[in-house]
């Protein structure tokens, strides 16, 4: 038999990782054996199985802030395939953690010690596009940007559009039920997801892949496993609901004094351009700053920065439904919000500027260490928030004055919707102690404040490992007890995603 574990890793060292989280590995869960590996190597042959350093990828997230410590990687190429896994997985009790693109910005799908990684990455076939209600059926492994290339060639676009569409996959968009740039005009995934196939513990697979627009036959139970963050089972295929894609695209980039100018082009846009609006965006001045810096990219204003910025793009298929012109008077030029605008000219034009508010989260994590929230709140919070949380860090004994000069905070987010994204950031990886504080004032400031105002602890990444202990924040006793019951259902021996969104569900 081949040996594929190193018998040296310990259990106890790992736990020690994460008991301020005051999580510890679920004993009843099995530990991972050579036979078992054998098991899913000949279920998936030889390419569908990763052991060894080829694991390490899986075991780390984008922020490069949670580690795992899988053994093994499996890379299904077919539903029959997953069902067989999670037959096996459930008999044995091998805990299992879905992962996509691992994209997702909250620790949802690294493990947290030994779990199986379930990859998706060779389900990637497109099945069917249906022309006359512009619906995609596909498997749950086709990365975002490729769907939006597919269907922008046939004269459509797929609803969801995100800075990480080259890398996520629609699975995992499903699975966290992502919302992006263009919620504001097409709402959410549980909108346009038509039909879903998803696979439970236990192997059954849950066939609800459909094309009909409409299908009242009872409880709709797709829903469940879009947010659901892969702890209730692993969505194999889906059918998504496309718009046509717009023949014509404007963006304008503007600046402002102040966010309550940012307030009103935001009231200005969805009034006057209500049908043709595709994204109103924000960032402040301090993250238009880090991400020409650290970028590298150059400034739409020259060398000008400015407190505030709004990206406000329109889309329709009438021409000169909106010049470029008449949408920077629209948004409020001549009432004076706007400091200063530009309109793109052209498509490069367009994409630079979609490409500044885009890598914004980039450009932090190669600054260094960062803290994310990503927060919905009523707009008389949305930007107080930040300066609160940096007059606290300011005001704060913990850190010295150095340290304080070092710490960036910034906010920035889809403002169309209601969220934002609180970033708090240090350079480098390195100080561990500083983020320890950093993290220990931030968080209990940060969700207790989004409490009080009764917004969400997550708008749009989902809860994974980072907020599972304030899940109670923003679900009531009675819902977080019903999730349970879900959960005990689809997942009676809790192998799905342990540990994240429902920590303590058994
Ligand atoms: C630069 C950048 C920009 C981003 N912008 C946005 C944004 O605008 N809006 C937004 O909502 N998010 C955004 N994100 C976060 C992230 O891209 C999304 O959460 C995305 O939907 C995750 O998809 P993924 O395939 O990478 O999933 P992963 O990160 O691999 O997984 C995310 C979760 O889904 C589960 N999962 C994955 N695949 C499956 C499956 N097939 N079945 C069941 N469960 C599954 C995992 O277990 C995990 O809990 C951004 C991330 C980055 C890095």
């Known amino acids: 038999m081949k040996q594929f574990l190193s018998r040296s890793s310990s259990l106890t060292t ?4 994460f008991a301020h989280l005051n999580i510890l590995r679920n004993s009843s869960f099995a530990t991972l054996t050579d036979k078992d590996i054998t098991q899913f190597e000949s279920l998936l042959g030889p390419n569908g199985i990763l052991t060894g350093d080829a ?3 899986h075991n780390s997230d984008w922020t490069k802030k949670y580690h795992g410590h899988s053994k093994l990687v499996l890379k299904p190429k077919t539903t029959e395939e997953v069902s067989a896994i999670l037959r096996i997985c459930d008999d044995k009790r091998l805990a299992i953690v879905p992962q996509g693109g691992n994209t997702g910005l909250v620790g949802g799908s ?3 010690f030994d779990e199986i990684v379930l990859n998706f990455s060779r389900m990637n076939q497109i099945i069917d596009f249906d022309e006359s209600y512009g619906i995609i059926t596909c498997e749950a492994g086709c990365i975002l940007q490729d769907l939006h290339t597919y269907l922008n060639a046939k004269g459509y676009l797929m609803p969801l559009d995100l800075g990480a569409k080259g890398s996520c996959q629609i699975g995992g968009n ?8 263009h919620f504001i005009k097409y709402n959410s995934l549980h909108a346009n997801c038509v039909g879903l196939e998803a696979v439970v513990p236990g192997g059954r697979v849950l066939d609800n892949i459909t094309t009909l627009r409409k299908d009242n036959t009872g409880y709709d139970l797709k829903h469940l496993f879009i947010g659901a963050e892969g702890t209730l089972g692993a969505i194999t295929k889906c059918a998504i609901l496309c718009p046509p894609l717009p023949k014509f695209r404007h ?4 600046s402002c004094r102040s966010f309550e100018q940012v307030l009103k082009i935001l009231r200005s846009a969805k009034h006057e351009l209500s049908d043709i609006l595709q994204a109103v965006e924000f960032m402040d001045g301090n993250a238009m700053e880090t991400t020409l810096s650290q970028l590298n990219f150059k400034n739409p204003f020259e060398s000008r920065l400015y407190p505030f910025y709004a990206l406000v793009e329109v889309a329709s298929n009438r021409e000169g439904t909106e010049t470029p012109d008449r949408l920077y008077e629209l948004l409020g030029s001549a009432d004076d919000l706007i400091i200063e605008g530009v309109v793109a000219q052209d498509e490069t034009q367009l994409s630079h500027i979609w490409q500044i508010r885009e890598e914004i989260a980039s450009a ?20 107080k928030i930040v300066d609160d949380t940096r007059d606290v860090i300011s005001r704060s004994p913990t850190f010295t004055a150095n340290e304080k000069h070092s710490i960036a ?10 969220n934002v994204h609180l970033n708090v950031c240090i350079p480098g990886y390195d100080d561990h102690d500083l983020q320890d504080r950093l993290s220990g004032l931030v968080d209990g400031y940060v969700f207790e404040y989004v409490r009080k105002a009764r917004g969400s602890v997550s708008a749009e990444h989902g809860v994974g490992l980072q907020k599972a202990q304030y899940l109670n924040y923003s679900k009531s006793e009675n819902m977080i007890h019903y999730m349970k019951e ?21």
Do not use: W
Not at 364 to 383: C, M, N, Q, V, W
């Open 251 to 254: 963006l304008c980039l503007v």
């Open 364 to 383: 932090y994590i190669k600054r260094g260490y960062t803290l994310k929230y990503d927060l919905s709140l009523a707009p008389e919070h949305f930007y």
């Open 486 to 506: 879900i959960k005990r259902v689809f997942d009676p021996h809790g192998i799905m995603n342990p540990y994240k969104v429902l920590p303590d569900a058994k």
């Open 409 to 418: 905070v910034t906010g920035y987010g889809h403002i169309g919707d209601g």
């Open 55 to 57: 694991v390490e990828p």
């Open 174 to 181: 499903l699975a966290t039920n992502a919302g992006g740039i």
């Open 110 to 112: 690294q493990p947290v």
């Open 14 to 17: 790992l736990q020690r990782r």
